[in-house]
C-alpha cells in the first residue's frame, strides 16, 4: 500500500509538471506583467525546484498539511471535509441500493436458467449499463423534479436543515448512479452463482434434502459472493471518485465537483491532494476487500500455511 502511494504521487505530480502554463499565469491572465507573475509565482512556491515542491508536498501529506488552495484561498483539508459529507454519504446510499437491487436479481437469474425471468432480468442490466448514467439523471429529473414536482432537480439542502431534507436532496443522484452499477453487479452474480450451483457439494447438499432454495441461498450465495465483493469494492472506489458528472448534473457541492471546478481553474494544489487521498481511498477499499475474503471464505484464512 505504501509503495503504491507512492508511486501515485511521482505520476500525479509529474502529469501536472509537463502540463502548459501555471496557476500563476491563470489566474493573473495572459497580459499580466512578468514581475507580477514572478512575484505572485514565488508567493505560492512555484519558483522552487521541481524536486523541493515534490518533497514538501509530500511531507505536507504525511503531516496532515494539504496546503492553501490557490482559488479560494483556505486550507484544502477545509474544502475537502466540507465536500466529503456529500460524497460519501452520496456513494454509501449508490451503493447499498444498487447491492439490494443486484443480489436478488442476480440469484433469481441464476436460478432460472435462460427461463423468461433470466432473460427479463439480464435484458435489463443490459440496458442499464448500455444507457449514461448522466443522460438517465437528466430523465429523473424531467419525470421526478419538473413533472411530478416530487423531489428537488439539485443542490444540497446541508445536513444543517435537518436528515430527510438532506436526503431527498441525495435521492435523484443516488438513483442516477446505483441503477447502472446495479446492472453490471447482477450480472456478476448472475454469472458466479451460475458457476457455484453446479458444484459436486451443491448436488451433495441436494441430495442430502436441503431445500433448493435453502441450497441456492445459503450455500451458493456465499461460495459466490468473491468475485460479487470483487465489484461492489471497485464500483464503491468508482462512486466515491468518479461522480464528478452526476454531481455536476444535480449541482451537489461534492468531492467530484470540486476537482470539476479545481481542473477549470488551474488550482493544482487542491487537484494534487484530491487525487492522491482517493487513491489512498481506493487502495484501502481494495485491502478492506481483501480481508473479507477470508471472512467469506473459510478456507483462505489458512492458505498461507498451506
Known amino acids: 500500500m505504501a509503495i503504491t502511494l507512492l508511486v501515485a504521487t511521482v505520476v500525479v505530480f509529474l502529469v501536472l509538471e509537463i502540463l502548459p502554463g501555471d496557476p500563476a499565469s491563470f489566474m493573473l491572465g495572459m497580459e499580466a506583467q512578468e514581475d507580477t507573475l514572478s512575484a505572485l509565482r514565488a508567493q505560492m512556491g512555484l519558483d522552487q525546484p521541481a524536486l523541493v515542491r515534490y518533497f514538501k508536498w509530500v511531507l ?22 466540507e465536500r466529503i459529507f456529500v460524497s460519501l454519504p452520496l456513494a454509501i446510499l449508490a451503493i447499498v441500493l444498487s447491492t439490494v437491487i443486484a443480489i436478488p436479481l442476480g440469484v ?37 423534479a419538473v413533472m411530478l414536482r416530487w423531489l428537488p432537480a439539485g443542490g444540497f439542502a446541508g445536513w444543517d436543515a435537518g436528515f430527510f431534507p438532506a436526503l431527498t436532496s441525495l435521492l435523484l443522484p443516488t438513483v442516477s448512479l446505483a441503477l447502472p452499477q446495479s446492472a453490471i453487479l447482477a450480472r456478476v452474480t448472475r454469472s458466479a452463482v451460475l458457476e457455484v ?42 462512486l466515491l471518485a468518479g461522480t464528478i458528472i452526476i454531481e455536476n448534473v444535480f449541482y451537489l457541492p461534492g468531492i467530484g465537483r470540486l476537482i ?42 489458512g492458505s498461507g500455511h498451506a
Open 197 to 238: 450451483i453446479q458444484e459436486d457439494y451443491i448436488r451433495t447438499a441436494r441430495a442430502k434434502g436441503v431445500s433448493r432454495g435453502s441450497a441456492l441461498w445459503n450455500h451458493a450465495l456465499r461460495n459466490a459472493m468473491i468475485p460479487v465483493v470483487t465489484i461492489m469494492g471497485l464500483q464503491f472506489s468508482f
Open 60 to 81: 505536507g501529506l504525511l503531516s496532515g498539511d494539504l496546503g492553501i488552495s490557490y482559488t479560494y484561498d483556505v486550507p484544502v483539508s477545509e474544502l475537502i471535509i
Open 260 to 301: 470539476f471546478q479545481a481542473i477549470s481553474q488551474r488550482d493544482l494544489i487542491v487537484v494534487k491532494d484530491l487525487v492522491i487521498l482517493l487513491s489512498a481511498a481506493v487502495i484501502i477499499i481494495n485491502f478492506i476487500v481483501d480481508v473479507l475474503y477470508a471472512v467469506i471464505d473459510p478456507r483462505l484464512r
Open 108 to 144: 433469481i437469474a441464476a436460478s432460472r436458467h435462460n427461463k423468461s425471468s433470466d432473460l427479463i432480468i439480464m435484458g435489463f442490466s443490459q440496458l442499464g449499463i448500455a444507457i449514461p448514467n448522466f443522460w438517465f439523471a437528466m430523465l429523473l429529473t424531467i419525470v421526478f
